[in-house]
């Protein structure tokens, strides 16, 4: 269990100074655009992993005039426990803290409270670049699969040993071959848990593709990010010249992406914007669902802006899913009106209005 309690904002957008209590499961962030309420999930998120969801330039976020965010969250855990976390970010500054002791793991973080994000922009999930389809897939391997991370980031930096031997003029085989069979050895794990963790996940992502799209013949395959029929390390001996061109290792896990298919046909041919965010919708909530049946773990939702796009169909089709989930949820839009007739299952709502934060009976 993992319920954000309370968060204290300052300098975040235009949140200068804000704070809230926020319900155990349903919460509704209603404002105009531009008043502060995408702000304050992006607080939320900063809380959670150290970072925006909306930029990778953290002064971006950083109130005008001031040096630094800080966000403050306490989290009920199971058991009763309640833990502190602080985030403080700005132009060369990046501290983080958990019950008060210093962290220098935004990992540390993440596994504390998991956090999913959709938005306007999940349709990307589909249609953009194979990165996109990799992060959806390692959030899930983090979560789930412990013996992930480890060997992930032993991948990373035995590759970045590599790359680094490939850019010099001096570069041999022998040299380049030490590092090709501690790639292989980590390329073996992580493609076999990734395949383990789709076969897993695929069962509940045609069950959320169903209820949220009406289609039942979801389909997600794994491209494990280079091709050959033996060993990756043989791969590797065989792009050497290749690589040693180029300067890097173009092809590994690191290139690896997912065909999401519906009666055999990519997603991203047959579907309109609004049914790509359905299905990334879908995919993301599954992860959802399978981290709770299998660590019974719940994860805080965040869902910005949730009518972009959607019809009141299918919001009302989105929201009863998400009711089915023991999950908090936060949910942005301009109108109340716009949540339709679900709006009787919100706990709380918080207005917000030129950076300033009311909850509302």
Known sequence: MSILTRIDVSNVRNLTQVSIQPSSHTNLVVGSNGSGKTSLLEAIHLAAVGRSFRTHNINKVVSKGAEALVVFAEYLLADSVISAVGVERGRGIARFRVNGIDSASIAELARLAPLQVITPDSHQLIELGPRYRRRFVDWGMFHVEQDFFPVWRRFGQAIKQRNAALRQSSA??????????????????????????????????????????????????????????????????????????????????????????????????????????????????????????RLTRNCILLIDDLPSELDVGHR??????????????????????????????????????????????
């Open 316 to 361: 009302s089709k989105f929201i009863d899913y998400l009711n089915q989930l023991n999950c908090q949820i936060f949910i942005s839009t301009t109108e109340p009106k716009l949540i339709g007739d679900r709006l009787s299952t919100v706990d709380k709502l918080f207005h917000v209005e030129r950076g300033r934060i009311k909850e509302m009976l």
């Open 172 to 293: 041999s085989r022998s040299e380049i071959g030490v590092w090709n069979q501690e790639l292989s050895a980590c390329e073996h794990r992580i493609t076999r848990l990734r395949q383990s963790y789709i076969a897993e996940l695929l069962p509940y992502a045609r069950d959320a593709a169903e209820s949220l799209l009406g289609v039942a013949s979801l389909e997600i395959k794994l491209l494990p990010g280079w091709a050959g029929e033996k060993s990756y390390e043989c791969y590797l001996e065989r792009a050497f010249s290749q690589d040693l061109a180029a300067g890097y290792t173009r092809h590994g896990p690191h290139r690896a992406d997912l065909v999401i298919s519906i009666d055999g046909v990519p997603t991203r041919e047959i579907l309109s914007r609004g049914e790509q965010k359905l299905i990334a919708s879908a995919l993301r909530l599954s992860q959802v669902k399978l981290l709770q049946d």
